[in-house]
Protein backbone atom coordinates (compact mmCIF):
# COMPACT_ATOMS: atom_id res chain seq x y z
CA UNK A 1 0.00 0.00 0.00
CA UNK A 2 2.51 2.83 0.72
CA UNK A 3 4.11 1.66 -2.26
CA UNK A 4 0.76 2.79 -3.88
CA UNK A 5 0.82 6.13 -2.51
CA UNK A 6 4.75 6.67 -3.13
CA UNK A 7 3.78 5.86 -6.97
CA UNK A 8 2.44 9.26 -9.67
CA UNK A 9 -1.39 7.40 -9.81
CA UNK A 10 -1.26 6.76 -5.96
CA UNK A 11 -0.39 10.35 -5.10
CA UNK A 12 -3.62 11.08 -7.39
CA UNK A 13 -5.86 9.41 -5.84
CA UNK A 14 -4.87 10.38 -2.38
CA UNK A 15 -5.18 14.20 -3.55
CA UNK A 16 -8.59 13.05 -4.93
CA UNK A 17 -9.68 11.27 -1.90
CA UNK A 18 -8.61 14.75 0.35
CA UNK A 19 -10.39 17.00 -2.47
CA UNK A 20 -13.88 14.80 -1.76
CA UNK A 21 -13.35 14.74 1.88
CA UNK A 22 -12.83 18.53 1.71
CA UNK A 23 -15.87 19.54 -0.87
CA UNK A 24 -17.79 17.64 1.43
CA UNK A 25 -17.19 19.45 4.22
CA UNK A 26 -17.50 22.47 2.64
CA UNK A 27 -21.33 21.62 2.01
CA UNK A 28 -21.64 20.59 5.86
CA UNK A 29 -19.74 24.65 6.91
CA UNK A 30 -22.13 26.20 4.25
CA UNK A 31 -25.41 24.62 5.48
CA UNK A 32 -24.32 25.84 8.69
CA UNK A 33 -23.59 29.27 8.27
CA UNK A 34 -26.25 30.08 5.84
CA UNK A 35 -28.44 29.53 8.44
CA UNK A 36 -27.06 32.66 10.02
CA UNK A 37 -29.58 34.78 6.89
CA UNK A 38 -32.76 33.36 8.16
CA UNK A 39 -32.54 32.53 12.05
CA UNK A 40 -29.59 33.93 14.49
CA UNK A 41 -31.20 31.13 17.15
CA UNK A 42 -30.64 28.15 14.59
CA UNK A 43 -27.26 29.15 13.77
CA UNK A 44 -26.31 29.71 17.56
CA UNK A 45 -27.56 26.06 18.31
CA UNK A 46 -25.45 24.84 15.72
CA UNK A 47 -22.58 26.74 15.96
CA UNK A 48 -22.76 25.89 20.17
CA UNK A 49 -23.52 22.46 19.08
CA UNK A 50 -20.73 22.14 16.63
CA UNK A 51 -18.12 23.60 19.30
CA UNK A 52 -18.95 21.70 21.97
CA UNK A 53 -19.51 18.17 20.92
CA UNK A 54 -17.00 15.61 21.54
CA UNK A 55 -16.89 13.89 18.97
CA UNK A 56 -17.04 17.13 16.78
CA UNK A 57 -13.91 18.46 18.76
CA UNK A 58 -11.94 15.34 19.09
CA UNK A 59 -12.39 12.82 16.55
CA UNK A 60 -14.07 15.10 13.33
CA UNK A 61 -11.92 17.97 13.36
CA UNK A 62 -8.52 16.94 13.83
CA UNK A 63 -9.54 14.25 10.71
CA UNK A 64 -10.55 17.99 8.82
CA UNK A 65 -7.64 19.59 10.16
CA UNK A 66 -5.07 16.49 9.11
CA UNK A 67 -7.34 16.51 5.54
CA UNK A 68 -6.48 20.31 4.66
CA UNK A 69 -3.04 20.11 5.70
CA UNK A 70 -2.70 16.91 3.77
CA UNK A 71 -4.36 18.26 0.53
CA UNK A 72 -2.03 21.51 0.34
CA UNK A 73 0.80 19.75 1.03
CA UNK A 74 0.18 16.58 -1.79
CA UNK A 75 -0.90 19.74 -4.12
CA UNK A 76 2.72 20.77 -3.57
CA UNK A 77 3.92 17.41 -3.97
CA UNK A 78 2.34 17.05 -7.31
CA UNK A 79 3.65 20.40 -8.67
CA UNK A 80 7.04 19.90 -7.75
CA UNK A 81 6.55 16.17 -9.47
CA UNK A 82 5.09 17.76 -12.79
CA UNK A 83 8.01 20.31 -12.81
CA UNK A 84 10.42 17.46 -12.80
CA UNK A 85 8.64 15.63 -15.09
CA UNK A 86 8.34 18.21 -18.17
CA UNK A 87 11.21 20.78 -17.04
CA UNK A 88 9.32 24.30 -16.97
CA UNK A 89 6.85 25.86 -14.46
CA UNK A 90 3.25 24.39 -14.76
CA UNK A 91 1.84 27.98 -14.68
CA UNK A 92 4.12 28.52 -18.05
CA UNK A 93 3.35 25.40 -19.94
CA UNK A 94 2.21 25.89 -24.06
CA UNK A 95 -0.88 24.15 -22.95
CA UNK A 96 -3.30 26.53 -23.76
CA UNK A 97 -4.79 24.39 -26.52
CA UNK A 98 -5.62 21.37 -24.44
CA UNK A 99 -5.78 23.06 -20.99
CA UNK A 100 -7.87 24.70 -19.21
CA UNK A 101 -6.89 28.41 -17.21
CA UNK A 102 -7.67 26.72 -13.69
CA UNK A 103 -5.71 23.53 -14.72
CA UNK A 104 -2.47 24.95 -15.61
CA UNK A 105 -2.75 27.84 -12.65
CA UNK A 106 -4.22 25.17 -9.85
CA UNK A 107 -1.09 26.09 -7.78
CA UNK A 108 -1.27 29.70 -7.58
CA UNK A 109 -5.74 29.11 -6.44
CA UNK A 110 -4.26 26.68 -4.31
CA UNK A 111 -1.96 29.42 -2.56
CA UNK A 112 -5.09 32.28 -2.02
CA UNK A 113 -7.32 30.00 -0.67
CA UNK A 114 -4.33 28.90 2.05
CA UNK A 115 -4.08 32.18 2.65
CA UNK A 116 -7.62 32.67 3.34
CA UNK A 117 -7.50 29.61 5.67
CA UNK A 118 -5.36 31.36 7.38
CA UNK A 119 -7.37 34.47 7.59
CA UNK A 120 -9.83 32.66 8.68
CA UNK A 121 -8.24 30.57 11.46
CA UNK A 122 -7.11 33.77 12.88
CA UNK A 123 -10.82 35.93 12.19
CA UNK A 124 -12.40 32.37 13.85
CA UNK A 125 -10.83 29.29 14.88
CA UNK A 126 -7.72 30.57 17.46
CA UNK A 127 -10.43 33.29 19.32
CA UNK A 128 -12.49 30.23 19.77
CA UNK A 129 -9.95 27.76 21.04
CA UNK A 130 -8.74 30.14 23.62
CA UNK A 131 -12.24 30.88 24.68
CA UNK A 132 -12.72 27.24 25.73
CA UNK A 133 -9.36 25.87 26.17
CA UNK A 134 -7.52 28.52 27.91
CA UNK A 135 -10.08 30.82 29.68
CA UNK A 136 -11.94 27.46 29.97
CA UNK A 137 -15.13 29.15 28.81
CA UNK A 138 -17.52 26.69 27.32
CA UNK A 139 -20.71 27.91 28.04
CA UNK A 140 -20.88 30.39 24.17
CA UNK A 141 -22.67 32.88 26.43
CA UNK A 142 -21.37 36.37 26.69
CA UNK A 143 -24.10 39.07 28.22
CA UNK A 144 -27.17 36.11 29.01
CA UNK A 145 -27.22 35.31 25.17
CA UNK A 146 -24.93 33.00 22.85
CA UNK A 147 -22.09 34.97 21.13
CA UNK A 148 -21.49 33.13 17.76
CA UNK A 149 -23.97 35.10 15.54
CA UNK A 150 -22.73 38.40 17.56
CA UNK A 151 -19.69 37.63 16.29
CA UNK A 152 -20.01 36.31 13.00
CA UNK A 153 -21.92 39.80 11.98
CA UNK A 154 -18.64 41.60 13.44
CA UNK A 155 -16.18 39.94 11.54
CA UNK A 156 -18.12 41.09 8.29
CA UNK A 157 -18.42 44.79 9.37
CA UNK A 158 -14.99 45.72 8.17
CA UNK A 159 -15.32 46.17 4.14
CA UNK A 160 -11.51 45.24 3.55
CA UNK A 161 -12.28 41.64 5.17
CA UNK A 162 -15.35 40.92 3.37
CA UNK A 163 -13.79 41.89 -0.03
CA UNK A 164 -10.58 38.92 0.96
CA UNK A 165 -13.73 36.47 1.80
CA UNK A 166 -14.89 37.35 -1.35
CA UNK A 167 -11.96 36.97 -3.55
CA UNK A 168 -10.74 34.40 -1.54
CA UNK A 169 -14.23 32.50 -2.58
CA UNK A 170 -13.89 33.57 -6.31
CA UNK A 171 -10.49 31.92 -6.08
CA UNK A 172 -12.09 28.79 -4.41
CA UNK A 173 -14.36 28.42 -7.08
CA UNK A 174 -11.68 28.66 -10.06
CA UNK A 175 -9.90 25.76 -8.11
CA UNK A 176 -13.28 23.75 -7.91
CA UNK A 177 -14.03 24.51 -11.33
CA UNK A 178 -10.61 22.14 -12.61
CA UNK A 179 -10.12 20.12 -9.34
CA UNK A 180 -14.13 18.41 -8.95
CA UNK A 181 -14.08 16.96 -12.45
CA UNK A 182 -9.80 15.69 -12.43
CA UNK A 183 -10.56 14.28 -8.79
CA UNK A 184 -13.20 12.02 -10.04
CA UNK A 185 -10.70 11.79 -13.19
CA UNK A 186 -8.33 10.25 -10.91
CA UNK A 187 -10.43 7.80 -9.02
CA UNK A 188 -11.07 6.23 -12.82
CA UNK A 189 -14.49 7.99 -13.79
CA UNK A 190 -16.12 6.13 -17.27
CA UNK A 191 -16.67 8.18 -20.48
CA UNK A 192 -20.16 7.43 -19.86
CA UNK A 193 -20.37 9.32 -16.58
CA UNK A 194 -18.55 12.20 -17.42
CA UNK A 195 -20.72 14.57 -18.87
CA UNK A 196 -22.96 14.44 -16.01
CA UNK A 197 -20.35 15.30 -13.77
CA UNK A 198 -18.80 17.65 -15.26
CA UNK A 199 -21.86 19.75 -15.54
CA UNK A 200 -22.54 18.85 -11.82
CA UNK A 201 -19.11 19.91 -10.94
CA UNK A 202 -19.34 23.21 -12.63
CA UNK A 203 -23.08 23.74 -10.48
CA UNK A 204 -20.97 22.47 -7.41
CA UNK A 205 -18.26 24.90 -8.37
CA UNK A 206 -20.41 28.06 -8.65
CA UNK A 207 -22.86 27.61 -6.07
CA UNK A 208 -21.37 26.70 -2.91
CA UNK A 209 -18.70 29.89 -3.05
CA UNK A 210 -21.53 31.98 -4.07
CA UNK A 211 -23.25 30.33 -1.09
CA UNK A 212 -20.42 31.89 1.47
CA UNK A 213 -20.20 35.61 -0.51
CA UNK A 214 -23.70 35.84 -0.29
CA UNK A 215 -23.29 34.92 3.67
CA UNK A 216 -20.26 37.60 3.50
CA UNK A 217 -22.44 40.41 1.54
CA UNK A 218 -25.45 39.98 3.59
CA UNK A 219 -24.21 40.77 7.09
CA UNK A 220 -21.84 43.07 5.82
CA UNK A 221 -24.95 45.04 4.25
CA UNK A 222 -27.08 44.31 7.26
CA UNK A 223 -24.08 45.21 9.99
Not at 20 to 26: D, K
Not at 42 to 71: R, W
Not at 176 to 193: C, E
Request: net charge positive; proline share 2%; aromatic share 18%.
Amino acid sequence: MSEFFKSSIGRKVAMALSAFFLMFFLIIHLAVNITSLFSADVFNQLSHFMGTNPLVQFALQPVLIFGVVFHFVMGFVLELKNKKAVGVKYAKNDGGANSTWMSRNMIYSGLAILAFIVLHFIDFWFPELNTKYVLGDMSGMHDGEFRYFHELVEKFHNPIRVGAYVLAFVFLALHLLHGFTSAFQSMGITAGRKKFLKNFGVAYSILIPLGFVIIALFHHFNH
